[in-house]
């Protein structure tokens, strides 16, 4: 078949489902003010008492702004032992000793060339991950990047595990490169997909209307049901951690802050491998303190 070209045009395929979606969809307002109407009469007669733990939950309001104090926004300093001027080299070798990488990360926090160095009073939390070999580290981050998907720690392990033998390197793929399979989904299907599964929510809502109101309510009551049980389960996984790492926390401004961490007591020259990183947020890290007590 041989190439042509020619105007975008709107495909048919949506145009033909909202086409039929509209059919139903416009007779809805007629009869729906139909059963208001006739809904309203019975009012006087429908007494609903509130669910007996209503109150309960009322009370609890304030958690969710508690969950919301979680979410602090601020910056995160890594450093590892490939970065440039960071680690040491010697021939393939690198190595980053844990002193070295907390003089680092001290040296950032008083870098006034940087236009991103954080100002006014911010809390810190450090961390570091040590060992002493390429292979120890690379143990101990195969267990924490799965906790902590850091990039720059998830790529010191890749560069850790991969194979650098020059005799087993597989021949590069000329470029362009394929890429996984991904959805096609770039405007302007995004939206439209959007707005038509909207209106055939509408119309499966409709479908659904064969159901009795106490039969929905007890579809309602299992699905909360099935929704509690499987959030107990995720609850469950998310408590059992594992991994093990050094951490640091401090308060103040950046200035302050160097010195702090500068007088700390990192783990000694034996840690020769080492990975750290470095919190700062003008909010409290509540959670990710709690996370390494």
Not at 214 to 237: M, P
């Amino acid at each position: 078949m041989s190439w042509t070209q020619g105007q975008l045009t709107w495909p048919a395929c949506t145009a033909s489902l909202h086409t039929r979606a509209q059919g139903v969809l416009d007779q809805l307002p007629a009869t729906q003010d139909s059963a208001m109407v006739r809904l309203q009469e019975l009012a006087g007669r429908a007494q609903y008492p509130r669910n007996p733990l209503s109150e309960q939950a009322a009370a609890l309001a304030g958690l969710r702004a508690e969950l919301d104090r979680l979410l602090v926004t601020g910056r995160c300093l890594t450093v590892t032992p490939y970065q440039h001027g960071v680690g040491q080299q010697q021939g393939q070798q690198f190595s980053l000793a844990a002193p070295n990488a907390v003089a680092t990360l001290v040296a950032k926090l008083q870098d006034g060339a940087d236009p991103l160095l954080p100002t006014g009073q911010l809390h810190a939390l450090a961390w570091l991950v040590t060992g002493n070999s390429a292979e120890e580290l690379a143990r101990q981050l195969a267990v924490l990047c799965a906790l902590l998907p850091l990039s720059e720690w998830r790529a010191t392990l890749r560069r850790l595990t991969a194979n650098n033998d020059t005799m087993s390197q597989p021949t590069a793929a000329k470029v362009p490169r394929w890429r996984a399979d991904e959805p096609l989904t770039w405007d302007p299907l995004r939206p439209a997909r959007q707005a038509l599964g909207a209106e055939l929510a509408q119309l499966e809502s409709l479908a659904r209307d064969n159901q009795t109101p106490i039969a929905k309510l007890q579809e309602l009551a299992k699905r909360r049901a099935d929704r509690l049980a499987t959030l107990a389960e995720a609850l469950a996984a998310l408590g059992t951690l594992s991994g093990t790492l050094w951490h640091w926390q401090g308060q103040g401004d950046a200035a302050s802050l160097a010195t702090q961490l500068g007088q700390s007591s990192p783990p000694d020259h034996s840690q020769s491998m080492t990975v750290g990183a470095l919190l700062l947020s003008p909010s409290p890290l509540t959670f990710w303190q709690e996370l390494t007590p």
